[in-house]
């Protein structure tokens, strides 16, 4: 019998509510245009939760798209990390409402704040409580209602977000499967490119907050974003022992086409080789990588032993970017 020696992701869902808002739409009360929007943005449409939907409402529909896919999936499950910017509330953790309506109680659960980068630094958090032993299975949810948290009177920024949720559980799988290397960053000298407002009046480098929705400067996060893409993607793949022709699929954040295009050429990786689901979603923030994900193994494009390379950036300013090879067994058991 083989020994489990790697940590990765067993069992994938995701979820989007049904309400879809096309380019179109923003038309009626923007000055902009559809055609504006998808070509600066390759964005279509995005989906958007209903006005008493919130992020653990999206986090269960994902928890049961899983769940419907991998029946056995929380079967000791013992912690929940929910990556969001936009928790129901500041407490309880959304994990923990989350964990309570999927029947998981008395298991550990909290909230992690990065971000777009959410849910990679997620997968890391509990990739570190596996190995330390703290843990047996974790299940990762990346979920947001951005939309909420946008003005919608912002041509700027309205058409950009969607809403959603992505949920992974995590744990011991066969030797030379799973997470292979995690880059992590920050840089608060950036907060005030993109953020959302919450106690403070103030970011430290004095910045007002005047407004009660997210403040962004897209063309700070755009070059940030062609930077940081490339470079951490990069460190991570050398800190794997891989090469751009060893990634079978490239799974960025999802916020513009020309940002995943722009990373493409500087990888020298073909778009083919690149999920991409923007299109129909938008950007979900921490929801973006395993919507992505979540699609393309259930649609078969990703396939047992693939590899992978992960890349997400947003608010902090922040990022990370990982490399795992893809197991579709279902974890110890299967051993
Ligand atoms: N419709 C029409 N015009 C718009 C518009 C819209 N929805 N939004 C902005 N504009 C205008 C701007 O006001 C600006 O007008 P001005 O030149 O008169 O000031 C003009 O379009 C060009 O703005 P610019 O910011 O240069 O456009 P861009 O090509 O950089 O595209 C973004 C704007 C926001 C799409 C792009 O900068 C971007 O994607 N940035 C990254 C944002 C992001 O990913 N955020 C989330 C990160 S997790």
Redesign the pocket.
Known sequence: MQQPSGIGITAIGAYAPPKVVTNAD?EQH????AE??ES??GIRERRYAADDEFTSDMGVRAVQDLLGRYPQALEGVDMVICATATPDASFPATATLIAAQIGLHGVGGFDLSA??SGFLYACAAAQGLVAAGINRRVLVIGAEVFTKIVDQTD???????GDGAGAAVIEQVPQGYGFQGFVLGSDGAGAAS?YAPCLAPKLPDGTVIDSRYTV?N?????KF?VRIIPESGQQVMDKSGLKVSDIDWFIP?Q??I??IESACERFRLPLERTIVNLDRYG?T?AATVPLALSEAVADGRIQDGQQLLMV????GLSWAACTMKWYAGNGVQDL
């Open positions: 923003y923007l000055e902009t245009s504006w929007i600066r943005t971000a777009c041509r700027a920024t309205a058409i950009l977000f993109l962004m897209g063309r700070e996060v755009f974003a954040h916020a513009n020309r940002i950007n923030s997400a950036f947003g608010g």
